[in-house]
């Protein structure tokens, strides 16, 4: 029977195509693949090591942007990395799901590379300055980043730390073209900062454990990665 959604069938179609061609390409990659994942990444994605030998296992913390998907913008296959993706990359130190994702990274994967990715022209990010841009703006009291939604909705109340952090910036009377790109690069350093203070990596540089955090941001008009050179590790 037809699917009755074009969107999805299409999708579906496709998958099964991929399916085919992966298959004939590589015989037996789904059968591995389904014994369990260790997020291995070449070389090629270690920011401080390029002539590194051996893979290291890597946790992604992205956008949920359609536009940057890691695998694609990196080359990597299905099971090369371990990812987390949320409007606008945010890792809050009492999130739940980022929590516990990065323990089971660190804890279990043995992720030795944890990436936090921003992108340029980020929905999430514009939201958040235009909100501070508002001549309305208040920052005392709870903020309705989305002006059409109550604070208490979901989608401010997880956009409110990134609105704050935008107001503390100074971007108010700074253009768009300029202001937004400051403000994904100091998300990104705003997420290294909270995942370093995580009891998971608190512990694991405690134990002397090699595990790094990055900051990068994807350029969507190039395709490029840059490396903000914020790394967090094991002390020397």
Not at 22 to 49: C, M, Y
Not at 105 to 119: K, N, T
Not at 143 to 172: G, Q
């Amino acid at each position: 029977m037809a699917h009755q959604h074009e969107a999805l069938a299409a999708l579906l179609s496709t998958n099964a195509q991929w399916a085919k061609d992966v298959a004939r390409a590589e015989p037996g990659f789904f059968e591995k693949s389904a014994k369990g994942q260790a997020p291995l990444v070449g070389p090629f994605l270690i920011a401080n090591d390029p002539n590194a030998k051996n893979p290291e296992q890597t946790l992604w913390i992205g956008c949920a942007d359609s536009r940057v998907p890691e695998t694609v913008i990196t080359g990597a296959r299905p099971g090369e990395i371990f990812v987390h993706r949320n409007i606008a990359n945010q890792f809050p130190i009492d999130d739940v799901s980022g929590v516990a994702v990065l323990t089971y990274a660190v804890d279990f994967l043995g992720v030795q590379h944890v990436v936090v990715v921003g992108h340029s022209e980020c929905g999430g990010a514009a939201a958040c300055l235009g909100a501070v841009q508002d001549p309305s703006f208040s920052e005392y009291g709870p903020i309705a980043t989305i002006s059409k939604l109550p604070p208490s909705d979901p989608l401010n109340r997880w956009l409110e730390p990134l609105t704050r952090h935008a107001a503390s910036l100074n971007l108010s009377n700074t253009p768009k073209a300029q202001a937004l790109p400051i403000i994904v690069d100091e998300n990104v350093k705003r997420q290294v900062e909270n995942l370093s203070k995580t009891r998971t990596l608190v512990n694991a540089w405690a134990a002397n454990k090699k595990v790094w955090v990055h900051g990068w941001v994807y350029d969507l008009a190039t395709g490029r990665l840059r490396d903000l050179n914020v790394t967090k590790g094991p002390a020397a």
